[in-house]
């Protein structure tokens, strides 16, 4: 059953993202990009990237808000829908990595983010084919 979410919920969650990425760390790419997570509980989570001086450190946004999710809800954490926002314009589609981790606790996951030409909502599977399971 594909998830949907109401415009109002939408907008709460790019809302929640766009603050998100107030907090980024990001003095090496100036990207700064932030994240929620609504989890199936109803919970919201959020997070921003955080880089490092050495540059292969640096940590997505999506997986910083994911993080915290496990941390507060633990190993059941289910994604319900992530929102990606950004301080510039352009698209900003999660990265491969992150899809994967994604699809590691919200298989049917809803993604919204900004594509070409405006707000895209997609489901993980579209984004991430075949994505890796043990
Ligand atoms: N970044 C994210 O936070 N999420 C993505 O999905 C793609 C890239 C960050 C990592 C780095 O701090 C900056 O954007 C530029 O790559």
Redesign the pocket.
């Known amino acids: 059953m594909p998830i949907t979410l109401e415009p109002d919920q939408q907008e709460q969650m790019l809302s929640a993202a766009r603050s998100a990425f107030k907090n ?1 760390h ?1 003095p ?2 100036n ?3 932030g ?1 929620t997570i609504l989890t199936e509980r109803g919970s919201m989570y959020h ?5 490092n001086a050495s540059y292969g450190l ?7 808000a994911i993080f915290a999710a496990v941390a507060a809800e633990g190993s059941g954490m289910r994604i319900k829908a992530v929102a ?1 926002a ?1 301080e510039r314009d352009g698209p ?4 491969g ?2 899809r994967q981790v994604i699809f590691e606790f919200g298989p049917d996951a809803l993604v919204l983010f900004r594509g070409q030409s405006g707000t895209e909502q997609m489901a993980i599977t579209k984004l991430l084919p075949e994505g890796f399971r043990l």
Do not use: L, M, Q
């Not at 900003?92 to 990265?95: F, L, M, R, S, Y």
């Open positions: 980024a990001a090496y790419s990207f700064k990009v994240a997070g921003c990237n955080v880089e640096t940590i997505c946004a999506e997986r910083n990606v950004t900003c589609a999660p990265c990595a992150c």
